[in-house]
Structures are given as structure tokens and as C-alpha cells.
């Protein structure tokens, strides 16, 4: 079968070739992958900001149907429609008995069993996934079952950035009615964010970016108010009269980026850093800030909260018509056309792309 494979990191294009899915046995299942969701860790990956084994098979965020299943597997069943989470709870450890179900790190476990046989070597998939591929071998956990009616185009976007941006404003930050927001950087996680603050109730939301697509976007989405990076701070004084946001997002996972977020921010009020950044990039905000303005700093990852249920509540607005996510999808390639999708996303010519792969 074909599969998107990252040789080495720093390369900045894929490989198309043809590898075996191989682990299956108890415990594991097999998924046939129907779609699967171009997000910027796959970029981070390719360009070595978040280390990982290669080669490997690209992709974490798909979604597909389940063909087989290993002995003493009863969550899911052959015919089943799934997300496949790349950081799945599994509901032994100390934080999923905590109820912090989405900081499980069992999933990191999942990179010890190869997916993939390239050339008679075994090599793992992303984040133990791979989903860039016709079919997968996963731990069972890791494949969330998902109503009918939910479109495989959708359920891959919510398998990690709509979750994401939705749980860091629902969950983490927990978005007050009437409140006014900021959202620092406008990739499909910024995206969502505004999406989830508008849900929340929010009255004013102002977003962020430095290319102007990305700005138009998020008017599309929610926001009511758009601007380059150098306009935040005439947007503070001009929207709040200078006392700043109620709340204000980084989806970006840069000091600099963080830092605006924080100055966007009123005294008392809430910054969420949701951009994931590199081990070695350290915020500038002094201990003397810190106290006296007390902002509230509140990481959020993978929305803030066992993920099944951010699925689940997620699933829940898009039935009810309060999320629009079939319109964050810009571009739909087969896998052959992953590459340039890629360059797509990076410059911002493309919102949220869908690899349409069975």
C-alpha cells in the first residue's frame, strides 16, 4: 500500500512509496484510512522543532473505518467508523485516575511498536499513527469510535487542531459570555479558537496574523474585528480603550507571539498558550509581571480535558449548526498531491486541507 514517508527531519517534501502495516495482534487494530487532516505538528516534525523518530510515516490527525481487531479488543468492532487520537487516555495511569485524561502520555508508548515495514526495516508512524497511509496499525485505544453521521472530512479535523483551538477556549480558558478576546495566530488552532470563543459567547473578538488570507478567515468564523501583528496594540487602545482583552490566545508557539498575547491582555485577565514551541524557546515576561499584573498564564493542551469527551462536545455543535467546520477545509488533494499541500499550508495560500486517501 502507498504512505507518505518523512526520510529524514529538515526534509521539506515526503515520499510516496509502498509499505507493509505490520504489529497487528491483540490489543491493536487494523484501520483503512479514509481522510486525513494536513496540521502544522506535521510541519514541526518535518522541520525537527518536535523531535521524533525517522523515518516515519507522517500524519496524526485522520480519521477512518476499522477492518480488523486483535484479540481481546471489545471498544471497537469491524465496521466501525473512528477518529484515530494520536495521544489517546488510557484510563490507568495517575493522570487519567487525576481526570486529566488529555496529559496521558501512554500514547508516547505507541512509537515503541513499528506500523510500517519499508524495505524490510520496520519504521514507526507519527506519534505511533502514521496516518499519511492506506492503512494503519494502532493500539486500540487510540481508535475512537464516531457516529454515522459525522463526515470523515470533519471527524480527521477534530482528531487534533479543532480540538484543540475549541477545548482551549471552552475548556481551558473557559470563555465567558460577553467577554472580549484575542487570538494571536490563525492556522486551523487559531481558527478554532475563534470558533470556540464565539460559541462561548464572547462580544468582541479580535484575531491576529500577518497574512492577510488567514485574516479573512477568521472574519468568516467569528471575529469581529482582524489585524496584522503590528496593529494589536492601536486594536487594544481602539477596542478596549487600553485596558486590553478579557482573554487573549498564542497559537503560534513562539516567545514572541506569547509575549504579544500577554500584553494584549488586561491586568486580571486570562492569557491560554496553546502554539507548541521548541524546548529551547523561553518566554520573556519578568517575575515582577507576573505578580503585579496578575494575568492568569494557562497552557492548554489537546483542549484542555480527556479528548473523547472534547470529541464528543465538539460532534454536539457541529450537529447543532454552531460550528462550521465542513468551510475550514480550503483544499482537498489525493496523497500524491501531499507536497504540495504542504507548501500550501506553510504560506497560508490554504486554511485546513483534507488528504482524501480511500
Known amino acids: 500500500m502507498r504512505a507518505a514517508i518523512l526520510r529524514k527531519a529538515g526534509d521539506e517534501t515526503l515520499d510516496i512509496v509502498d509499505v507493509q502495516a505490520i504489529s497487528f495482534g491483540p490489543g491493536r487494530v487494523r484501520v483503512r484510512m479514509h481522510r ?85 526495516s520496520a519504521v514507526s508512524g507519527m506519534f505511533g499513527e502514521g496516518v499519511f497511509a492506506e492503512e494503519a496499525v494502532i493500539a486500540a485505544y487510540a481508535a475512537i469510535p464516531i457516529p454515522d453521521d459525522l463526515p470523515y472530512d470533519v471527524a480527521a479535523l477534530i482528531g487534533c487542531g479543532v480540538t484543540t483551538g475549541i477545548g482551549a477556549a471552552l475548556n481551558t480558558a473557559r470563555v465567558t459570555p460577553g467577554s472580549s478576546v484575542a487570538v494571536i495566530g490563525l492556522g486551523g488552532v487559531g481558527i478554532s479558537i475563534v470558533q470556540g470563543a464565539k460559541v462561548a459567547g464572547a462580544a468582541r473578538i479580535l484575531a491576529v496574523d500577518p497574512i492577510p488570507n488567514r485574516r479573512d478567515w477568521a472574519l468568516e468564523f ?80 489537546y483542549g484542555g480535558t480527556d479528548v473523547r469527551q472534547t470529541y464528543a462536545k465538539v460532534i454536539d455543535l457541529w450537529r447543532a449548526g454552531r460550528l462550521d467546520l465542513e468551510s475550514m477545509i480550503t483544499h482537498r488533494v489525493p496523497l500524491d498531491g501531499i507536497n504540495e499541500a504542504l507548501r500550501q499550508m506553510h504560506t497560508g495560500e490554504a486554511l485546513r486541507t483534507v488528504v482524501e486517501i480511500a
Not at 104 to 112: I, M, P, V, W
Not at 258 to 272: D, I, K, P, Q, S
Open 36 to 120: 486525513a487532516g494536513l496540521c502544522h505538528s506535521d510541519l514541526s516534525v518535518m522541520n525537527g522543532l518536535v523531535p521524533h523518530p525517522a523515518p516515519c510515516v507522517l500524519g496524526h490527525e485522520g480519521a477512518g473505518e476499522v477492518v480488523e481487531v486483535g484479540e481481546g479488543v471489545t471498544n471497537v468492532k469491524p465496521g466501525d467508523r473512528v477518529i484515530v487520537c494520536w495521544m489517546p487516555p488510557c484510563d490507568t495511569c495517575l493522570s487519567c485516575k487525576a481526570g486529566d485524561g488529555h496529559l496521558c502520555r501512554s500514547g508516547f508508548g505507541n512509537l515503541r511498536t513499528p506500523n510500517f515495514q519499508l524495505d524490510g
Open 222 to 301: 467569528g471575529a469581529t474585528d482582524a489585524v496584522a501583528p503590528e496593529a494589536v496594540k492601536e486594536a487594544k487602545a481602539r477596542l478596549t480603550g487600553g485596558f486590553g482583552f478579557d482573554y487573549s490566545f498564542e497559537a503560534v508557539g513562539k516567545p514572541a507571539t506569547l509575549r504579544a498575547a500577554y500584553n494584549a491582555a488586561r491586568n486580571g485577565g486570562t492569557v491560554c498558550l496553546v502554539g507548541v514551541g521548541g524546548q529551547q524557546d523561553f518566554p520573556d515576561i519578568s517575575m515582577g509581571e507576573l505578580v503585579g499584573n496578575e494575568k492568569s498564564i494557562l497552557p492548554s493542551f
